[in-house]
């Protein structure tokens, strides 16, 4: 399936960008090209390839979930602009 210049045209318009005449033909033939490797691409056989995320076998590198202690809240809410009942006071907002 090859796109016509129109059509790439089109889709330039709905992306909202101007194209020269020059960049038409350049993105034309460019399109043009990964379509057609897209398409030799369908007819490889593929059935004995196993589905792949990732070409490098990947574990999870997160820490462990563990609870640590707090800082008190005393010493956190002494930096607090305004304080009431051991919580942070902040402006009203409607």
Do not use: C, W
């Not at 790439?8 to 005449?21: D, F, I, P, T």
């Not at 033909?25 to 059935?47: F, H, S, V």
Request: glycine share 2%; aromatic share 6%; proline share 6%.
């Amino acid at each position: 399936m090859a796109l016509t210049k129109a059509e790439v045209e089109y889709v330039a318009m709905l992306a909202r960008l101007e194209l020269s005449e020059a960049d038409l033909e350049r993105y034309t033939t460019q399109l043009n090209a990964i379509l057609d490797y897209a398409q030799r691409l369908q007819g490889l056989d593929t059935k004995d390839v196993p589905p792949t995320a990732h070409v490098f076998p990947l574990h999870n590198v997160m820490r462990d979930d563990r609870i640590d202690p707090s800082m008190e809240r005393e010493r956190i809410v002494a930096n607090a602009p305004e304080e009431e009942d051991g919580f942070f006071r902040v402006p009203r907002i409607v």
